[in-house]
Every structure is written in structure tokens, then in C-alpha cells.
């Protein structure tokens, strides 16, 4: 079962910053992750891309997150970052991370899919 863990959410205050982090895992099988990205959604509102990566670090990230949000990514430990910085009350959202992973199906790999994490909080205050 592939799992996406997402961590680093919370309450902080307009002008300040945030470090959200998501590691990808499976039970019993291995996983090659390719693109992984951050998503957000606020109340009554559509989810949104704020930015992606692939697995050789190119990025690509929605216009109003340039120049205040920086996704990186840990392949080794098949993590995907996103730091906040000069956060604004607007930022407030649930923020999912995604993935494109293929899970080990012996002697090859299962097509890979998207899978989603669970989503994590993030309040700015003004």
C-alpha cells in the first residue's frame, strides 16, 4: 500500500514562514516516485497547483507562489519540500502533496499513478 505523509502545517502569522515536507512509502513492495508536487484548497474555492518538480528537479510553480515558495525534493528519501515565506491570510488553504509512483511488480514496474497525501492545515493570521 503506498502511503504519502505530509507534515509541517499550522497556525503562523502573515509575513512569517512555513516548511511543509511529504515522505511517499509503500508496504513490502519498492516505489519509483517521478513528478511530485504541492496542491492547496481553501473554503469554498477549487483545489490549486502551487508548484511541482520532477524527479530531476525541474520546477514549475503557480505565478502568485513565485518568489515566495520554494519546492525542493530529497530522492533519496523520496520527500518533497514546499517552504512558505512572506506568508499572506490568502495562503490559508489545506495543502495536499501528489505524486506519480510505480510500485515494484516484479520482474517489472505496475504503471505508475497519482496518489495523494491526506492534506495538512495551513492557517495565516493577520
Known amino acids: 500500500q503506498v502511503r504519502l505523509v505530509e507534515s509541517g502545517g499550522g497556525l503562523v502569522q502573515a509575513g512569517g514562514s512555513l516548511t511543509l515536507s511529504c515522505t511517499a512509502s509503500?508496504?513490502?513492495?519498492?516505489?519509483?516516485?517521478?513528478?511530485m508536487g504541492w496542491y492547496r484548497q481553501a473554503p469554498r474555492a477549487q483545489r490549486e497547483l502551487v508548484a511541482n518538480?520532477?524527479?530531476?528537479?525541474?520546477?514549475h510553480y503557480a505565478d502568485s507562489m513565485k518568489g515566495r515558495f520554494t519546492i525542493s525534493r530529497d530522492n533519496a528519501k523520496n520527500t518533497v519540500y514546499l517552504q512558505m515565506n512572506s506568508m499572506k491570510p490568502e495562503d490559508t488553504a489545506v495543502y495536499y502533496c501528489?505524486?506519480?509512483?510505480?510500485?515494484?511488480?516484479?520482474?517489472?514496474?505496475?504503471?505508475?499513478?497519482?496518489?495523494w497525501g491526506q492534506g495538512t492545515q495551513v492557517t495565516v493570521s493577520s
Open positions: 509503500a508496504s513490502e513492495r519498492a516505489i519509483r516516485v517521478g513528478d
Open positions: 518538480i520532477t524527479s530531476a528537479g525541474t520546477t
Open positions: 501528489s505524486a506519480g509512483i510505480a510500485v515494484s511488480c516484479l520482474p517489472t514496474w505496475c504503471p505508475e499513478r497519482t496518489y
